[in-house]
């Protein structure tokens, strides 16, 4: 498995939840980070992006001042803070990467090669 993603659970409406993604890749460093959502009966959507050093970031306007994406390249690893929760966020939570060169930007599912499982992330009102 490269990519494994954690943090998922039930919280509360207003609450916050911070995600991981640990990728087993080479050259983590070079890699574009996402994470994206997908709840029952819909699409997967974006959710966040991270580029590769030097970091940009990238949210869907539905998240935009709530969650935060952030990576740690010494420890492989990507974050989503999620913070003031409503329970449309609730949806299974995946995160994805691919190598990327500096100027890409990726924010489609089609984009990407290497995905985690996903964890469930419920949110109760």
């Known amino acids: 498995v490269q990519l494994q993603a954690s943090g998922g659970g039930l919280v509360q409406a207003g609450d916050s939840r911070r995600l991981s993604c640990a990728a087993a890749v080479p050259s983590f460093s070079r890699f574009f980070m996402a994470w994206f959502r997908q709840a029952p009966g819909k699409e997967r959507e974006f959710v966040a992006a991270?580029?590769?050093?030097?970091?940009?970031?990238f949210y869907a306007d539905s998240v935009k001042g709530r969650f935060a994406i952030s990576r740690d390249n010494a420890k492989n690893t990507v974050y989503l803070q999620m913070n003031s929760l409503k329970p449309e966020d609730t949806a299974v939570y995946y995160c994805?990467?691919?190598?990327?060169?500096?100027?890409?930007?990726?924010?489609?599912?089609?984009?990407?090669?290497?995905w985690g499982q996903g964890t469930q992330v419920t949110v109760s009102s």
């Open positions: 994805a990467g691919r190598p990327s060169i500096l100027t890409a930007i990726y924010i489609s599912p089609e984009d990407y090669d290497r």
């Open positions: 991270i580029s590769r050093n030097p970091s940009s970031t």
